[in-house]
């Protein structure tokens, strides 16, 4: 290629930024779990095993580990919200490890999609995990019960609109028949 060619892309981030970032979100979950040390430290060692060797699967380990915390110590709102919001964000870019090299360069403009759906699912599930939590354990309310339904209806809801969006522009993209 000649060196006068150029493509402009816009905004950038280098691929192991995602990496870095997968390593930080797995520590921060885990401090933010008040996990003990040797959970904390196996969650950080199978983050960075992960983040430079995405094959291994590491980072869905790391994800098990959070969930196990979340069994393992006494409840509390907070660790299920940490949960909530970390297990899917582990998942998102992990699977970007596998796509995005280390040494490569990721357009800002191509990440919007995947943190606009991330947001999206995060304010309903975190909504959910609200309306689930007022539930008592020893009796019911009625109506927390009704707006723990309309959550997961939202839930439902927004990932057929998703489904029929992607299926719209899968039929839009057109090409030769």
Do not use: E, K
Not at 4 to 24: C, E, M, N, Y
Not at 101 to 116: D, E, N, S, T, Y
């Amino acid at each position: 290629m000649n060196r006068r060619h150029h493509i402009d892309a816009g905004p950038w981030l280098p691929g192991w930024s995602l990496r870095a970032l997968l390593i930080v979100v797995a520590i921060s979950a885990s401090l933010l779990l008040d996990a003990p040390i040797g959970w904390t430290v196996a969650a950080a060692g199978l983050a960075v095993l992960g983040a430079l060797v995405p094959r291994t699967g590491a980072v869905w380990m790391v994800a098990g580990v959070l969930i196990l915390l979340m069994l393992f110590l006494p409840p509390a709102h907070a660790r299920a919200a940490v949960v909530v919001a970390a297990v899917p964000l582990l998942h998102s870019l992990g699977a970007l490890s596998f796509v995005v090299g280390a040494r490569a360069r990721v357009a800002v403009r191509a990440l919007v999609p995947m943190i606009g759906r991330y947001l999206a699912i995060q304010i309903l599930a975190q909504v959910a995990l609200a309306a689930v939590l007022l539930i008592p354990t020893g009796g019911s309310l009625p109506w927390a019960a009704i707006v723990g339904a309309c959550a997961v209806a939202g839930l439902a809801l927004a990932a057929v609109v998703q489904q029929r969006r992607s299926a719209a522009h899968r039929a839009d993209v057109g090409g030769p028949s």
